[in-house]
């Protein structure tokens, strides 16, 4: 099943979301949907909340259906360290066409448990460790245009608020 992504400001969005407490085969179908939807928008990352399930789960393919072993799903997910600092550009599915650089960490390792409930860590930099980060923000209800400068918000507000006049958002 596909799921419709949520836009900004859907208050869904910008709430914590829950932990997974049930690891079962309505949670593995869930991902599979994940996954799907993602791909269809056209997506690297996706987290439950963006498609209204207010729940500790993300899905990420930098690889976009490429390679297999890039499909990662991480449930109830955290930031155990950070190394560094980068600034780069950043996209997501709830805010359409708007991109922003965005200072993250470069390195991160993180925590998170598989389908089956068991716990892996997973060492990351570059865009993978971007899009840990990004991704976890979402299940903390927080979006990346949180994380740029006031003026710099200010500027996407306005176009967002001018494509949504437009009947485009
Ligand atoms: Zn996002």
């Not at 993300?58 to 560094?84: A, C, H, M």
């Not at 209800?141 to 740029?148: D, E, N, P, S």
Request: charge should be negative.
């Amino acid at each position: 099943m596909v799921y419709p992504i949520i836009k900004f400001p859907d208050p869904i969005l910008q709430r914590p979301s829950d932990p997974v407490t049930v690891f079962d085969e309505d949670l593995s179908r869930l991902v599979d949907d994940m996954f799907e939807s993602m791909y269809l928008a056209h997506g690297i990352g996706l987290a439950a909340p963006q498609i209204g399930i207010p729940k500790r789960l993300t899905v990420i393919d930098l690889s976009f259906q490429k390679t297999p072993e890039d499909k990662i799903t991480l449930i109830n997910p955290e930031v155990v360290t950070r190394e560094g600092k980068i600034f780069e550009e950043e996209g997501c599915l709830s805010l359409p066409d708007i991109r922003e650089k965005v200072a993250r960490a470069a390195k991160v390792k993180i925590r998170a448990q598989d389908l089956r409930g068991n716990w892996f860590e997973r060492d990351a930099d570059d865009l993978l460790a971007r899009a840990f980060q990004h991704e976890i923000d979402h299940l903390d209800g927080i979006l990346f245009i949180f994380r740029i400068s006031a003026l710099k918000r200010d500027f996407a507000m306005r176009k967002i608020r001018k494509l949504q006049r437009a009947g485009d958002w």
